[in-house]
């Protein structure tokens, strides 16, 4: 290092190099962790990313925030151990494998063996560790590959056991039947914040379509605005907000009434005037401006209805494939989340494929929950039961589906919108919304403390803290944790047949205790088959694990725990150091790794998880 060039001669690259070559000489780094061992510990926590990709611009960043950081702490005397991670679980790493071996169905996976798939998605999850170790040391960060840790790890998926039985025993744990963003490319359920990594402005359909009351003296329909025909073939209901006045109009052209709320009477399709222009629809939302807006010489206004005179009303079922539902479907009910500043002010319902129509059908008794038929599989088809439309890919029968309404003569106007719409943030397939079975962590319950977890947390910049993440905190859902998937760390829930006795796995130690089966792995071709016997006496049988897996996105949320094995190992270490002092990731992670983090804490100790937090925005 004597040698070192001055003026033009002076390369930066060769100077780091050379800085490089010393310090690996030197062991530079961990000699630095032996001389601070047994100091004040500075509690560092490192977002493992997947090692099934390259490290890329945003991984640099964000590892240059954290080498500055951790340097500063350990040049003044504290004591910083730095371990790199790695998401080894989930979606990333099944997709890769699914490309691999040509697997397009879970029927696939079950023929071919868990256990052979889950060992070729090993065998790939450290595919770019090299180029990774190469990349990071070339930026001169000082992080311990050695001793990493990787959510696959024994001890890592033990711990991950023992932070769902503390939420067990919290009981902030259920299994609920909701309507999630779903994912058809990787054949899955996604979290809300899963959801909100991929939105892209796109072209849909945009359709008005009408639904005859029954009985009424004019023969008048209700008329309903949808950007999803192919939710129309499992429609069972009409929801209106009993808070609006409704109008019947009729159609001066071909004599059709229709009933939608007053202050869109804009919005239905104008016809063709003289002059071959046609008038734009209003923008307006006030009764008066809707009014106005109304093309006198297409329409007739004939009555205003309010609200409530409309609930209860029966409608003509659009498709007979639910006919079977007529006696407490194909009704209107009401809510406030219907609004009129948007659509007819009437909201065709398809309680299978959509949060609130599935919320507001449940509780009028459209349906019962045990009752309710999910038309679309796990590939995102039509089931035989939509046997007008069996097997097709439900966004690719969107025309058909309206070419059938039209047929029909439902169909009121066609058109197309660009909107927002979420996509899968790994097959880049677009989401749909679709109601399935799944473990839940009440969030909302808790929602109150975490949002003073986020007040008592020091946030750069501070705008992350006091808006972005906090209004996604205020906005939080309940928490789907289970996947229907194979590589991930299994739930450690085991149930009788007849689903009255459940018994939930703290550790290693208590399954081998139950089960009498020595435990060297928990992936699920290694626990799949242990069963253990009912509490109740031989004549019920055993018990059995469930299918599902957890979602990897709450295994690495139990980072700061299952990096140090805790509380089988580390215990002093850790209970002396919780919360952590500093993280550091990029601004992306305030729907991800960050809200897992904070639930943690949240749900296991009701306090953050860390005191300082970084963001770097590579936007």
């Known amino acids: 290092m004597d040698d070192v060039c001055e003026g033009k001669d002076f390369s930066f690259p060769e100077q780091e190099e050379r800085v490089l070559e010393l310090w690996a000489k030197l062991d530079a780094f961990h000699e630095q962790l032996r001389r601070t061992e047994g100091g004040e510990e500075f509690v560092f926590y490192d977002g493992p990313p997947f090692a099934t990709g390259l490290p890329h611009y945003g991984h640099i960043l964000a590892g240059t925030i954290k080498d500055v950081v951790t340097r500063h702490q350990s040049m003044r005397g504290r004591h910083v151990s730095r371990r790199f991670g790695w998401d080894c679980h989930g979606l990333p790493v099944e997709f890769e494998i699914d490309k691999l071996l040509g697997i397009t169905n879970r029927q696939q996976v079950f023929d071919l063996g868990i256990g052979k798939y889950n060992e070729t998605c090993r065998s790939i999850v450290t595919k770019y560790v090299s180029e990774w170790e190469a990349m990071v040391t070339r930026t001169g960060r000082w992080i311990d590959f050695k001793n990493d840790y990787k959510t696959m790890d024994l001890n890592f998926m033990e711990s991950v056991w023992w932070v769902f039985a503390q939420l067990w025993e919290k009981d902030l744990v259920y299994k609920g039947f909701k309507v999630m963003p779903y994912s058809t490319g990787c054949k899955t359920a996604l979290s809300n914040f899963e959801a909100a990594l991929d939105y892209r402005t796109v072209p849909d359909p945009a359709v008005m379509v009408s639904f005859p009351i029954v009985g009424d003296m004019d023969n008048a329909a209700f008329v309903a605005w949808t950007t999803t025909p192919w939710t129309l073939p499992s429609n069972l209901a009409l929801c209106i907000n009993a808070n609006l006045m409704y109008a019947k109009v009729r159609d001066k052209s071909n004599g059709k009434v229709y009933v939608i709320a007053e202050s869109r009477l804009g919005q239905l399709p104008v016809k063709a005037k003289a002059s071959g222009k046609k008038q734009a629809p209003s923008k307006g939302s006030n009764a008066e401006a809707a009014q106005d807006g ?62 609130d129509d599935h919320r507001v059908c449940l509780a009028a008794g459209i349906f019962e929950t045990a009752g309710l038929v999910v038309a679309v599989d796990d590939d995102g088809c039509f089931i035989e039961k939509i046997s007008d439309f069996k097997g097709r890919y439900v966004k690719e029968a969107d025309k058909d589906i309206i070419s059938a309404v039209k047929d029909k003569g439902r169909l009121v106007s066609k058109g197309s919108i660009e909107h927002s719409y979420p996509f899968c943030w790994r097959s880049g397939t677009p989401l749909i919304y679709r109601a399935v079975p799944s473990w839940f962590v009440k969030v909302e319950k808790i929602k109150d403390q975490l949002l003073e977890c986020n007040k008592e947390t020091y946030w750069v910049p501070d705008y992350v803290k006091e808006k972005r993440f906090h209004n996604w905190l205020e906005g939080a859902r309940d928490w789907a944790i289970s996947r229907s998937r194979f590589w991930g760390t299994p739930l450690p829930l085991w149930m009788s047949q007849d689903r009255k006795e459940i018994v939930v796995m703290d550790s290693i130690e208590k399954l081998e205790k139950l089960s009498g089966v020595k435990v060297t792995d928990l992936h699920r071709h290694y626990v799949d088959d242990i069963t253990i016997p009912s509490k109740r006496g031989p004549k019920f049988g055993t018990l059995k694990r469930v299918d599902d897996v957890f979602d990897c996105w709450f295994e690495s949320g139990s980072m700061p725990y299952a990096y140090i094995h805790y509380p089988f190992e580390n215990r002093e270490l850790f209970e002396k150091n919780f919360p952590g002092n500093f993280v550091a990731e990029g601004l992306d992670q305030t729907r991800g790794w960050f809200v897992t983090l904070f639930q943690s804490g949240g749900f296991i100790f009701f306090l953050q998880f860390v005191q300082s937090m970084a963001c770097g925005d590579i936007s």
Request: net charge negative; glycine share 8%.
């Open 294 to 355: 109304l093309d006198k010489e297409s329409y007739e206004l004939l009555v205003k209805i309010p609200g409530p005179y409309l609930v209860g009303l029966k409608y003509t079922p659009l498709f007979d494939f639910f006919i079977e539902l007529q006696e407490t479907a194909f009704r209107v009910i009401a809510d406030n989340y219907v609004t009129d500043d948007s659509g007819t002010g009437v909201v065709h319902c398809a309680p299978a494929f959509g949060e």
